[in-house]
C-alpha cells in the first residue's frame, strides 16, 4: 500500500517527541500525586485522570496545525486576496474551535474530585526512599531524551518505529510503502 504523505517522516517525528511529552507529563503527575500523599497524607488523583486527556487534546491540535500550514504554504500565494482572507478566517475558527474543545474536555474532568487518603504514609521512609528512586529515574530520563533531542540523536525507538517504514524506489519522494 502506497501513500502519499508530504513529509510522512516529519509527521512521525512530530507524533515521537508528542508522546515523549505525554509520556513525561504522566510521570511528573504521578510524582506530584506521590509526594503529596507523602507529605499530607492526601492526594487527588484527576490529575492522572486529566493529564493524558489533556496531552491526547494538545498532540491533536499540535498535529492538525502543522498540516493546515503545510497545506496552505505551497497554494495560499496564489489565492486572491478575498481567498486569502477567508481561509485566514476559517484556520481562525478552527484552531478557536480546537482550543475550546481541548479546554471543555479538561474542565469536564476536573472537577471529578478522586481524593485518597492515608495519614500513616506522611513521612514514610519507605515511599520517601522509592520518591527518591523515581524522581532520579524520571530525572535521568528526561535529562537524556532532551540531549537527544537537542543534538538531533534518534533514540534506538525512534529508529525501530521509522524502520518500519521504507521507500518504493519507483515512486516519488513524498511516496512511502507501508509494510
Known amino acids: 500500500m502506497s501513500v502519499n504523505t508530504g513529509g510522512f517522516q516529519d509527521y512521525v517525528r512530530y507524533i515521537y517527541i508528542m508522546s515523549l511529552l505525554s509520556a513525561l507529563s504522566m510521570a511528573v503527575s504521578l510524582d506530584y500525586v506521590l509526594i503529596s500523599l507523602w507529605l499530607y497524607g492526601e492526594a487527588n488523583l484527576t490529575i492522572l485522570i486529566v493529564m493524558p486527556i489533556f496531552m491526547f487534546m494538545l498532540s491533536m491540535l499540535v498535529i492538525s496545525s502543522i498540516t493546515m500550514i503545510r497545506q496552505l504554504r505551497g497554494g495560499f500565494g496564489s489565492m486572491s486576496t478575498r481567498a486569502k482572507a477567508l ?7 478552527f484552531m478557536a474551535a ?3 474543545f481541548t479546554y471543555i474536555s479538561v474542565i469536564h474532568y476536573v472537577n471529578l474530585g478522586l481524593v485518597i487518603t492515608d495519614y500513616q ?10 520518591l527518591a528512586l523515581y524522581n532520579a529515574g524520571v530525572l535521568t530520563t528526561s535529562w537524556q531524551l532532551i540531549e537527544d533531542l537537542i543534538n538531533g540523536k534518534s533514540p534506538s525507538l525512534y529508529k525501530l518505529f521509522m524502520s518500519m517504514f521504507k521507500r518504493d524506489s519507483n515512486d516519488d519522494d513524498d511516496t512511502i510503502v507501508i509494510n
Not at 481561509?87 to 475558527?93: A, E, G, N, P, S
Not at 504514609?121 to 522509592?130: A, K, N, T
Open 87 to 93: 481561509m485566514t478566517i476559517y484556520i481562525l475558527f
Open 98 to 100: 480546537l482550543l475550546y
Open 121 to 130: 504514609l506522611v513521612g514514610d521512609h519507605y515511599l520517601g526512599f522509592g
